[in-house]
């Protein structure tokens, strides 16, 4: 018992010992990451990176970053290193990035990337609540790159923006709100309520509309005959470049007899990216807000 005390004691003085050692090490890390060389494979680490002030050097397939997300803006200045499941490792080994960020579970290995460059990937959802995983994510990158006041600058002006637009809605009563986004002529993408959109409609006040199905993204792909039991709800359907196919499904039959159709409580909104972090979040405020605020 006594060598069980003594054995844990040591560890314990050896744990104390190198603390100081460790921080310098973490710092070390920072310090040899060039901000200005950093690439993202994937676009839920440029989220990050443009929350914390820094550009990324190159990113994944910007032209569907440009449909999908569209906001923030990406500077000119960021190359296109080819898609998210398959970047132009040529192309990358010839950039020579600082480091490389990804999606967890997302794209290549990181066996091959680490041949490129060191990195690390960043994980976008528990299944449960991914605005608060995303919270968490920004301040790991924020330690990574030495940029913490800078993450606490952001999610203050991330919490004042929603407790900026939480009166716009007071006026709603309790009608709740369906999310979709349109995959093909016949199905839509329905948002559930561990989707990332969920925890400021939380503290908006308003019901996510939707109780079937849902997988761990918080999204699931339904038919378009499935919204026809939809009645007293608003409608929110986000774009992503597919006007003409939007414009189709809009003229035929089945959709005027959409209740919320009849009603005019539907409406095309810009794109808003499903599976990404705060910005996106905040994206999503200012467009329901636009959608929404001030309405009965």
């Known amino acids: 018992m006594h060598d069980s005390i003594s054995l844990s004691r040591r560890r314990l003085l050896m744990a104390m010992a190198l603390s100081p050692l460790l921080a310098k090490m973490n710092t070390a890390q920072a310090a040899a990451i060039d901000p200005h ?23 994944a397939d910007i032209p569907n ?3 999908w997300v569209r906001e923030p803006r990406l500077p000119e200045s960021v190359i296109d290193i080819g898609l998210r499941t398959e970047p132009n490792l040529e192309l990358l080994t010839q950039m020579k990035p ?8 997302y794209g290549p290995s990181s066996d091959i990337m680490s041949k490129i460059a060191p990195g690390r990937g960043f994980t976008f959802s528990d299944g449960k609540k991914p605005l608060t995983m995303a919270r968490n994510s920004l301040n790991e990158m924020a330690q990574l790159l030495n940029k913490e006041q800078a993450a606490k600058t952001h999610l203050d002006r991330f919490d004042a923006l929603i407790d900026s ?18 995959l093909d002529a016949r199905h839509v993408l329905v948002f559930g309520k561990n989707c990332l959109f ?3 409609l939380d503290r908006f006040g308003i019901a996510n509309a939707w109780e079937g199905e849902m997988t761990f993204w918080g999204s699931t792909a339904i038919g378009i005959d499935r919204l026809a039991p939809f009645k ?7 774009d992503h470049g597919n006007d ?3 414009r189709a499904l809009m003229a035929t039959p089945l959709w005027q007899a959409m209740p919320f159709v009849r009603e005019q409580r539907f409406q095309r909104v810009p794109a808003v990216w499903f599976y990404g972090a705060t910005l996106s979040a905040m994206h999503f405020a200012r467009v329901l807000d636009d959608a929404l605020g001030g309405k009965a």
């Open 65 to 67: 970053y440009n449909l």
């Open 232 to 238: 007293d709800v608003d409608v929110l359907c986000f």
């Open 244 to 246: 003409r196919e939007m």
């Open 198 to 200: 969920q925890e400021v």
């Open 98 to 105: 600082s480091f490389l960020v990804w999606s967890a579970g």
């Open 165 to 182: 637009l939480k009166p716009r809605f007071a006026s709603r009563g309790g009608r709740p709100l369906l999310m979709v986004t349109l």
């Open 37 to 59: 060389r950093i690439v993202a494979l994937e676009w839920l680490p440029v989220e990050f990176l443009l929350a914390l002030g820094v550009t990324p050097y190159g990113v």
